[in-house]
């Protein structure tokens, strides 16, 4: 049994699920759980998994519940998820939910917060693609809303090489917020169900939405 926290974000591609989660981490001392980095893990490694997700992923369509959830069961196995975690990107489908339920009711655990992170589609488009990071710590950046400090040299590590990710164009982005909306969005009445749904106005700039967030989040892993 545990009473660690485990925290969802929902939002659609852009939504700043992953600025967000980065900034708990830093705020809580949570662990982030991103199935979108550890697809992109994955296909950077080479593994069975990542040459079956890569293709599914460049098309801005939904990797199989199968791959995902053997990627996040192993990591959900390690000590550090104690701390309590912070479900970046998953679930997205009715399956991931159950299974996630099925899992963490094996630990005495349940979900403890579920947040919404409710945007418009259409600037989305512009948030997407207009994002980098840095090429060695990973920190996020946005040619727009958050450039570094000092231009080219990463605020959190120093590094000065940068990456853009191979499914953030127009294109693709339209085709992911489809998939959001047909597979995922559901979930929030599914959460809203149990009773531990919030919603948060995240259209506003990222300093108020984490304000709103760790309101909600302080309460439930102070
Ligand atoms: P994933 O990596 O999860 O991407 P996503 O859900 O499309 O979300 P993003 O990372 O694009 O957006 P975000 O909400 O994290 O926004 P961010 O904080 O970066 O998934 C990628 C792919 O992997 C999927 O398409 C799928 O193929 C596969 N996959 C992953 N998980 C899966 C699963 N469970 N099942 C099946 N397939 C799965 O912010 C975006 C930009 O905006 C940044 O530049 C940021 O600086 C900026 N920004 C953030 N907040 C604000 C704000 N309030 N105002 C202005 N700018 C902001």
């Known amino acids: 049994m545990s009473n660690a926290p485990v925290l969802i974000l929902l939002g659609p591609p852009g939504a ?68 309590g975690i912070i479900l970046d990107g998953f679930p997205r489908t009715d399956g991931q939910a159950a299974a996630l339920d099925a ?6 655990q349940k979900v403890t917060a579920a947040v919404s992170l409710e945007v418009d589609d259409e600037a989305m488009v512009g948030r997407v693609s207009g994002r980098y990071a840095c090429g060695s710590c990973g920190e996020g950046y946005h040619d727009q809303f958050k450039q570094p400090a000092h231009a080219g040299t990463c605020d959190k590590c120093g590094g000065a090489a940068f990456k853009r990710r191979a499914d953030d164009n127009a294109e693709t982005v339209r085709e992911r917020l489809k998939a959001y909306h047909a597979q995922t969005a559901p979930l929030i009445a599914y959460y809203e169900g149990k009773g531990v749904l919030a919603r948060i106005d995240a259209m506003g700039p990222i300093a108020e939405v984490r304000q709103a967030l760790s309101s909600i989040v302080g309460q439930v892993a102070a």
């Open 16 to 83: 700043g699920k992953g600025t967000q989660a980065r900034m708990l981490e830093e705020d809580f001392g949570l662990v982030q759980l991103s199935t979108g980095d550890m697809l992109r893990a994955a296909v950077a490694a080479g593994t069975e998994a990542g040459r079956r997700a890569k293709s599914v992923m460049e098309a801005g369509q939904l990797v199989s519940d199968e791959i995902v959830l053997a990627i996040l069961k192993d990591r959900m196995a390690q000590p550090d998820m104690a701390r």
């Open 103 to 108: 899992l963490l009711a094996a630990n005495g």
